[in-house]
C-alpha cells in the first residue's frame, strides 16, 4: 500500500506530464523492473498508464469508483435499490445480503462493491471481481412463491440484465440456461441465487450479479482469457457502471412486479427471445452425471427440457451447459 500511494504521489507531482522509470525507482527504492510491476499492479486496479519509451510513465486516469449516492441520484424504482449498501471492497457482496437479509432488511435492498476479493460462482467457484472494473452486486428479494420457483427468478434477472445492457450499450447479449449472460460466445455477466427458506416457505432470496463492465483483455487471469468478455471490450469504450446499475435496477423492478401479478409465462417469453442454444443438441453436466440431448425449451417453472436419444424428455433443474 506504501508503494502504491508513493507512486501516486510521484504522479500527483508530475502535474499529468511524464515521470521517467529512473525517478520511480528512485522514490520507491526498487529496481526498474519492479517498477513495471507496481505500475502494472495499478492497471490492475483501474488506473490507465501510458508507458513511453524513453518518456516513462504517465496516469491518464484514474479509476471511478461507485458510490451510493450517485446510483440513487437519477434512480427511478419505487422499491429497488432505493436501499443501497456499498463498500469499497468486500470478500462477496452475497455474505453482507444474506447477513442484511437475516436482520430484516427491506425487499429491493442492494449490496454493491467496487471489489470483491472472496467473490464467488455456483458450487463454490471463484468469480473474478476485480477493483472499479465490474458490477459486483447482490439484491435481496422477498417473494411470496414456494421453493420450487425460486429458479425462475435467475431467469427473469437474466432477461432484466439482458435489457439494461442493450439499452445502455446498444450491444444484444444472449442468454445461455441457466445463469450465464454471453456476448459473441463469450461469458460477460454470471448470476447466483441464494434462498434463505425454511420447508417450503422462502425468506429472502439473494441474488448475485456479477458483470464484467469495463475490463480490458489484460485485466481477465489467463484462465478466463478465452472465455471471458466485458461490455467494454465488445462496445469498443468506457460504460457508465451507474447507468447500468440503474437501468438493470429499473428492469428488474418492472420485470419482478409482472411476474408477481402475472406469473412466470411473459418472463419465459421474453427469455426464449434471448436464449441460444434452444433447439440446439447440448451436453448438460448435472451433479449426477452427463446428459446429452436437444434442448427443447424451458417449462413454466423455468426447468430445462433436453430430449434424449431415445425420445425421452429429461428435466434439467440445474447443469453446466455446452453445445455438444
Ligand atoms: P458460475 O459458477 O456459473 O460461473 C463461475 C465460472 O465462471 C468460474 O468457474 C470461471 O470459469 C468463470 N468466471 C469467473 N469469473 C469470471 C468473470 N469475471 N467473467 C467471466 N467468467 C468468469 C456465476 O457462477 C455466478 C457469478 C455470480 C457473481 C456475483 S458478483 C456479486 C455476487 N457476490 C458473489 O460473491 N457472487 C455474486
Request: charged content about 20%; glycine content about 8%; proline content about 3%.
Amino acid at each position: 500500500r506504501n508503494v502504491k500511494l508513493r507512486l501516486l504521489e510521484a504522479f500527483a507531482e508530475s502535474d499529468q506530464e511524464f515521470v521517467s522509470g529512473q525517478k520511480i525507482s528512485e522514490v520507491l527504492g526498487c529496481s526498474r523492473t519492479a517498477v513495471w510491476k507496481h505500475i502494472e499492479t495499478l492497471r490492475k486496479e483501474g488506473y490507465e498508464v501510458e508507458a513511453v519509451r524513453r518518456m516513462g510513465y504517465r496516469l491518464i486516469k484514474k479509476p471511478e469508483a461507485l458510490s451510493a449516492a450517485e446510483i440513487q441520484s437519477s434512480l427511478s424504482t419505487s422499491f429497488m435499490g432505493q436501499a443501497v449498501h456499498y463498500e469499497k471492497s468486500v470478500p462477496s457482496t452475497q455474505k453482507i445480503a444474506h447477513q442484511l437479509a437475516g436482520e430484516g432488511a427491506s425487499e429491493g435492498t442492494i449490496v454493491i462493491a467496487d471489489e470483491q476479493t472472496e467473490g464467488r460462482g455456483r458450487l463454490s467457484r471463484v468469480w473474478h471481481s476485480p477493483v472499479n472494473t465490474g458490477i459486483w452486486m447482490s439484491c435481496i428479494l422477498k417473494p411470496k412463491i414456494p421453493l420450487s420457483q425460486t429458479p425462475q427468478l435467475t431467469l427473469l434477472t437474466a432477461v432484466a440484465i439482458v435489457q439494461a445492457i442493450e439499452e445502455t450499450t446498444g450491444i444484444l447479449p444472449s442468454i445461455k440456461w441457466p445463469n450465464d449472460i454471453l456476448i459473441n460466445g463469450k461469458k460477460a455477466v454470471g448470476i447466483l441465487t441464494e434462498l434463505q427458506a425454511e420447508a417450503d416457505s422462502v425468506h429472502s432470496v439473494i441474488i448475485g450479479m456479477g458483470i464484467n463492465v469495463n475490463q480490458e483483455a489484460r485485466d481477465f487471469p489467463d484462465a478466463l482469457k478465452t472465455i471471458a468478455t466485458s461490455l467494454k471490450l465488445e462496445a469498443g469504450n468506457d460504460i457508465s457502471r451507474t447507468s447500468l446499475i440503474q437501468a438493470i435496477l429499473y428492469n428488474l423492478e418492472q420485470l419482478y412486479t409482472a411476474y408477481l401479478s402475472a406469473g412466470f409465462h411473459p418472463v419465459k417469453l421474453l427469455w426464449e427471445s434471448y436464449a441460444v442454444s434452444l433447439g440446439r443438441e447440448i451436453k448438460a453436466r448435472t451433479l449426477q452425471g452427463t446428459i446429452y440431448g436437444k434442448a427443447l425449451g424451458i417449462n413454466d417453472e423455468g426447468v430445462l427440457l433436453l430430449q434424449t436419444a431415445d425420445g425421452t424428455v429429461e428435466k434439467i433443474y440445474s447443469a453446466d451447459i455446452e453445445l455438444s
